[in-house]
């Protein structure tokens, strides 16, 4: 399976939106509502920000939210904060009992 | 609260072995499937194997198929990965994550241990 598509790198300025999309296919992102969304600070460990497309597991600030659209997720940070300055992954479920991540995004907050 | 804990790391020569091992606490281990998931250095997330709640199931990525063999022990309350012919490419940090499905899979990996560091060189 190849990895998802994610930018690269996003930034914004405290208090502003900004959106990280991250582009499937119809195996994977387009057929499941099995994607997921990772937050990773540097030399921590990943951590669920939301699950099945738009879910927030308990604990997870109401800032963070999803959505799906076709082959492309997408996670939407808003009233951005300087803690939320991280590395973002999407992961689908892509058939077949496996799961694939996307490449990553740099949030940077100016 | 729930505790992952990798060990089994190091150093080890291309073409050779090495077990991994996940001590889980905080939770009913035996009630959910447990993946490996890692990540190279300076690099992204890749999922490699997960294995169900009661170890009759087994699920592994096209890059690490016929190499690994995950394995559980329930009354020990722990995962293990055994890596085999490993390659410089396996060179990660192997993360051992609890999916949030109870007896059956949800897909999403609701708890990581810190990870263990795998290095393969020569």
């Known amino acids: 399976q190849s990895a998802l598509t994610q930018p690269a790198s996003v930034s914004g300025s405290p208090g502003q939106s900004i959106t990280i999309s991250c582009t499937g296919t119809s195996s994977d992102v387009g057929s499941y509502k099995l994607v997921s969304w990772y937050q990773q600070h540097p030399g921590k460990v990943p951590k669920l920000m939301i699950y099945e497309v738009t879910k927030r597991p308990s604990g997870v600030s109401n800032r963070f939210s999803g959505s799906k659209s076709g082959n492309t997720a997408s996670l939407t940070i808003s009233g951005l904060q300087a803690e939320d300055e991280a590395d973002y992954y999407c992961?689908?479920?892509?058939?077949?009992?496996?799961?694939?991540f996307g490449g990553g995004t740099k949030v940077t907050v100016l | 609260q729930v505790h992952l804990v990798e060990s089994g790391g190091g150093v080890v020569q291309p073409g050779r072995s090495l077990r991994l091992s996940c001590a889980a606490s905080g939770f009913t281990f035996s009630s959910y499937g447990v993946h490996w998931v890692r990540q190279a250095p300076g690099k992204g997330l890749e999922w490699v194997a997960l294995?169900?709640?009661?170890?009759?199931?087994?699920f592994y990525a096209d890059s690490v198929k016929g190499r690994f063999t995950i394995s559980r022990d329930n009354s020990n309350n722990t995962l293990y990965l055994q890596m085999n012919s490993l390659r410089g490419e396996d060179t990660a940090m192997y993360y051992c994550?609890?999916?949030?499905?109870?007896?059956?899979?949800?897909?999403?990996?609701?708890?990581w241990g810190q990870g263990i560091l795998v290095t393969v060189s020569s």
């Open positions: 294995i169900s709640y009661d170890g009759s199931n087994k």
């Open positions: 992961c689908s479920y892509a058939g077949s009992v496996s799961w694939v």
């Open positions: 994550a609890k999916d949030s499905g109870v007896e059956a899979v949800a897909g999403e990996f609701d708890n």
